[in-house]
């Protein structure tokens, strides 16, 4: 009798139990639900708190940001006033200046291998290994190629970072919250264009002027292009293209009306590794 | 017996923990204020309340850097109707814009306080930058 006593408890414990986490179930899973109504019927403040983005006139907006480089027009002189030109904006470190003595006392020299590069040269064997076919035109094995981040549709890179550090924004620029990068360099391995480079040391040292306007990054943190998007925002055309003497333009890709989209239409352009389904944003004009 | 032994214990015991009382006696100075530019003087209104500003800058800032970096949302309007720039450094209407000596607006009461952000490790103070 006992025993069966102490039967029935336990089932009915067990049905009461059970009974109880369904109900705190239901409501906790009702609980975002009820929320959400309570905001949509104008309960809640919630939603217009949130900043407005109002588009000024002077900002350079598109759907997705691409770059069309047209190599015929690409010359070592170009690349270097390109190359130049981000370095500056940007406050890339040279690691092939000597820093000054008096205000940075000891400094160790350079690796090489450390470098930091955003848009940099390239040849064509190594920004298009798949494509180095046997009897290649002799031109393209001496044209020197500028490489930069593609910007892809489908990045590894954003997919890769553990602490969304790095994002694709609304426009399609791929860009970086250097504040939240913990410098795990997984979107380094990721990136099949080695287009993001770490920052082994402090880069001040090997920065020839300082500009204002853009930060410096701090030892620790990885960086690549971020398609001007500074400049873009002050209605102005990114550094390089600005510096390229109509070689690079920049545009809306999903523009048919965009300057890119028309040079897309009359030349055959390739890009970077298309295989890999990355779905890069730069075009080149060969 | 165990009483000296026990007293002698209490004895070191408490002068070890007012350690830093007695340690720090005659050194304390007053909390210092944050000096004010001629600039931010004029202007008399900054982006929130003074109060407001004193305890939750570090708070604002955060946003600022979501707001540039995640919305490219780089105005600020704030409460007294003012349009700010979001920047630390950048612009005339940027926190450096106004308050033009970092020495005497941040650094004073962070180092007072013992706190050291990480700010100018990347932000550039455009004095430094004209040196």
Same mark, same amino acid.
């Given at each position: 009798m006992k025993n069966k006593r102490e039967n029935f408890l336990s089932k009915s414990s067990r049905r009461g139990f059970l009974k109880a986490a369904g109900i705190s179930a239901v409501a906790i899973g009702a609980a975002p639900a009820i929320k959400a109504v309570s905001i949509a019927s104008g309960g809640g403040d919630a939603v217009s708190s949130l900043p407005l983005t109002t588009p000024k006139a002077e900002v350079l907006t598109a759907k997705r940001w691409g770059m069309v480089i047209d190599t015929s027009k690409i010359t070592e002189e170009v690349v270097e006033s390109v190359v130049a030109a981000c370095r500056n904006s940007h406050n890339i470190p040279n690691f092939d200046i000597q820093p000054d003595e008096k205000k940075y006392p000891n400094t160790r020299p350079a690796k090489k291998m450390q470098e930091i590069k955003w848009i940099w040269e390239e040849h064509y064997h190594n920004a298009f290994p798949e494509m180095e076919d046997e009897f290649l035109a002799d031109k393209f094995k001496s044209l020197p190629f500028l490489v930069t981040c593609?910007? @892809?549709?489908?990045a590894p890179c954003v997919q890769a970072c553990p602490t969304k550090a790095t994002f694709k924004r609304e426009d399609g620029i791929v860009i970086m919250d250097f504040h939240r990068c913990?410098? @795990? #360099?997984f979107c380094m391995a990721a990136c099949p264009y080695g287009s993001r480079s770490f920052n082994? #040391?402090?880069?001040r040292p090997f920065i =020839?002027?300082?500009?204002?306007?853009f930060p410096i990054r701090s030892k620790g943190v990885v960086e690549k292009c971020n398609l001007c998007a500074e400049r873009l925002e002050r209605g102005l055309q990114p550094a390089c293209v600005e510096a390229s003497e109509g070689a690079i333009v920049v545009g809306d890709? =999903?523009?048919?009306?965009s300057e890119v989209r028309a040079l897309l239409k009359e030349n055959y352009a390739i890009r970077r590794k298309q295989e890999l389904g990355t779905e890069p944003s730069v075009y080149y004009i060969m | 017996m165990s009483k000296n032994v026990i007293v002698a214990g209490l004895v070191v015991f408490v002068v070890a923990a007012l350690f830093p009382f007695w340690f720090n006696i005659g050194k304390t100075s007053a909390a210092p204020e944050a000096e004010l530019s001629a600039k931010a003087k004029a202007a008399k209104k900054c982006v929130l309340d003074k109060y407001d500003m004193r305890a939750n800058h570090m708070t604002i800032l955060n946003d600022w850097r979501t707001s540039v970096v995640r919305n490219s949302d780089r105005m600020y309007k704030s409460t007294n109707g003012k349009t700010f720039g979001m920047s630390l450094s950048t612009g005339e209407d940027s926190c450096l814009g106004c308050h033009t000596d970092k020495a005497k607006f941040c650094d004073k009461c962070h180092n007072y306080a013992s706190v050291s952000p990480y700010c100018w490790e990347c932000h550039t103070d455009p004095k430094e930058v004209t040196q």
């Open positions: 593609n910007h @892809c549709k489908n913990i410098g @795990c #360099r082994f #040391r402090d880069a =020839e002027k300082i500009n204002p306007e890709l =999903e523009d048919p009306e | -």
